[in-house]
């Protein structure tokens, strides 16, 4: 009894320190990441699936925490959605990646869009697109090297979110929609939004060869994004049986661990010599 009222105890502390102790702390510290210029972006690159070729990269940020080492997007993005911090952390990601891929076509490597992914709270700035414009104008770089990945949970104002999609667009660039068919939503933005292109998400991608009913819908979402002039992207490939099953269904592109995982930028560069 006393050995398990010592262990109530402790896992009493560890939860408590999880859930508020230890996220203020993050919380704190994330104020001063960009300051510190703790924060780095990888990229991982995305292939067409007929010449084989890198035609992109996604930029994902990461976290060099002083005392805990390099964090993934997982361990501290859903914190700075909830508190706000977010949209500093997504302008730095958008001006980054800009700049970085300027940087690359001026070293002469073969030019191609950077994937940024969006949060719905930057899209509740009013000036999302003259913030985008600004980024661009100040980077150098030409808007059509510029895709924004916007998720399925971003439909607080279909309105809103309509009016500052066409306003970026008509900047001249792509906008594609991540994780396609784990929201709600799927086809209600592609019917009322200006979208260039769809990533089918990993969770449809993973079983392709052992389930037919997934198999079944990744083929259909590859044929009607055709039909409404829409590119096919899939996301999380890893092995070469769900790479073969792609091509043969017209998927456009793939982006997954079968080909890189996402990497340094120095290793971009290198793939991008390397042709
Ligand atoms: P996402 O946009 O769906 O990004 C793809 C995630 O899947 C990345 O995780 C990537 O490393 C991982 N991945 C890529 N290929 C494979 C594969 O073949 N198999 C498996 N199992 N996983 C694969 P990461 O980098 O940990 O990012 C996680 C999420 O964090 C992203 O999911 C995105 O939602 C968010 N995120 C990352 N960077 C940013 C950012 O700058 N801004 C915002 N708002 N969110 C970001
Ligand atoms: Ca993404
Ligand atoms: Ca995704
Ligand atoms: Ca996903």
Redesign the pocket.
Known sequence: AKESGKNDCMLYSESWSNSSFERLKLQHEMYRAIQRNEFV??Y?PQYDLVSGKMVGV?????WKHPVRGLL???AF?PL??ESGM?VQ??DW?LREACRQNKEWQDAGLPPMPVS????IR?FLQHDLASRIAEVLQTTGLEPKYLDL?I?ESMTIDIGHISRCLLAITDLGVGISV??FGTGYSSFHYLKNFPIDRL?I??SFVRDIQQDPSDAEIVAAIIAMAHNLNIQVIA????TEGQMEFLRKHQCDEM????WS??VPSENIAQMLKAG
């Open positions: 972006l990888h991982q996604e930029a994902l940020v990461r993934s997007p997982g993005i700075a959605e977010i952390i997504g990601v940024v992914n969006l949060s930057q990945e998720t991540d994780d990533k998400d990993r996301e999380g490939v890893e982006q997954g661990y079968f995982p996402p």
